[in-house]
Nanobody, 124 residues
Framework: HVQLVESGGGSVQAGGSLRLSCKLT????????MAWFRQAPGKEREGVAA???????RYGHFVKGRFTISRVPAKRTLYLQMDDLTPDDSAMYYCAAGRPFGLVQFPKEGGFDYWGRGTQVTVS
């Protein structure tokens, strides 16, 4: 049973930084994508960043070089370093994972079968 648990959210002033973490527990598998999505009130959930087991990364168009996704396989942990935050980045941030060797449709949600409960990021 795969579980994803996010941490690291909080409140920060515009221009500040946060680092989100996502710990994966449960079944052990390789060759899968992991990603961060976010959802603000009244808006659809959107893809922030994704990374596969080989280190290939993808970013949402709005990131513009401000965020960096990374993973440490030995720790089964995914990270999202967010710099130069703006109020528009305020949202609930979710960690997601795809199935082994599965295809994903990032920045859409397709193919991401496992989801965490989210961590709130507020930028003022």
């Amino acid at each position: 049973h795969v579980q994803l648990v996010e941490s690291g959210g909080g409140s920060v002033q515009a221009g500040g930084s946060l680092r989100l973490s996502c710990k994966l527990t449960g079944n052990t598998f390789n060759n899968y994508w992991m990603a961060w999505f976010r959802q603000a009130p009244g808006k659809e959930r959107e893809g922030v960043a994704a990374i596969n087991s080989g280190g290939t990364t993808r970013y949402g168009h709005f990131v513009k070089g401000r965020f960096t996704i990374s993973r440490v396989p030995a720790k089964r942990t995914l990270y999202l370093q967010m710099d130069d935050l703006t109020p528009d980045d305020s949202a609930m941030y979710y960690c997601a994972a795809g199935r082994p060797f599965g295809l994903v449709q990032f920045p859409k949600e397709g193919g991401f079968d496992y989801w965490g409960r989210g961590t709130q990021v507020t930028v003022s």
